[in-house]
């Protein structure tokens, strides 16, 4: 990374810190969900964003393949019990999508599951922001060449073979039928109201700017930035000491 790129994230990141703190004290909780394909930096992001913030408001949940007893719940209870508390955020590394792209690719679920999942998953959202969370979707969007070049990546370098798994060549054979189903995912799940962000993600670096961009505009909305009165008994402390 440039020491431009170093300087531009910098300072994204140390307004985010203050955005944090604002949607704190106003109590507003904040859903960002990441998606896209496998090497596509939502990783890199996350840790970004775990540098900065305070750990104590901040809860990342990386969804995997549901176990036993969460198939035999509603398959939308999982994400519901990992929703953060008001005043705090969640990130979602993939989330309650795998239902219309894994599930359906690669046919965990009969048809008729996953094509009833837009209905189910829109009113879910809906729901989170009438209960006033601030709900970010982004998809960091990448070529075949670039995954193919940051899996080769990965492969030639010990420190990061553990990334590669069998599924992420099984899911790279599937690209073409991952495609339909990411259009189809924005068709009918980007509403005015939860619209999807594609973000390109072929360049990392500017991938995390754009990132970090996109959530200050989005949580900024509607907020009050500037710091709260101070209680009487601090002012009238510190307005002493100065005597």
Not at 84 to 104: I, K, M, N, T
Not at 155 to 174: C, F, G, M, S, V
Request: charged share 25%.
């Amino acid at each position: 990374m440039s020491d431009q790129h170093t300087e531009a994230l910098r300072q994204l990141q140390h307004q985010l810190v203050l955005l944090q703190q604002a949607m704190g004290r106003q109590q507003r909780g904040a859903v960002i969900v990441l998606e896209g394909p496998d090497a596509a930096g939502k990783g890199g992001i996350i840790r970004r964003l775990g540098w900065c913030l305070d750990p104590r408001w901040l809860h990342v949940w990386p969804t995997n393949a549901p176990n036993d007893a969460e198939r035999n719940q509603h398959w939308l209870q999982r994400f519901w019990q990992r929703l953060p508390q008001q005043g705090h955020w969640a990130v979602f590394d993939r989330s309650w999508y795998g239902r219309v792209l894994v599930e359906r690719v690669e046919q965990l679920v009969d048809d008729n599951v996953w094509q009833r999942a837009y209905e189910q998953i829109n009113a879910f959202e809906q729901m989170l922001q009438q209960e006033g969370f601030v709900l970010v979707k982004i998809w960091l969007d990448i070529s075949a060449d670039t995954q193919l070049r940051r899996f080769t990546e990965r492969y030639l370098d010990p420190a990061k073979q553990w990334k590669l798994t069998a599924e992420d060549i099984r899911n790279r054979a599937r690209w073409d039928d991952y495609i339909v189903a990411r259009d189809e995912m924005f068709s009918r799940t980007s509403t005015p109201q939860a619209p999807w962000h594609c973000i390109d993600a072929n360049d990392k670096h500017q991938a995390r700017l754009a990132v970090f961009q996109l959530l200050l505009r989005e949580f900024s909305r509607d907020l009050q930035v500037l710091p709260a009165a101070l209680p009487q008994a601090v002012e009238d402390f510190f307005a002493g000491a100065e005597k």
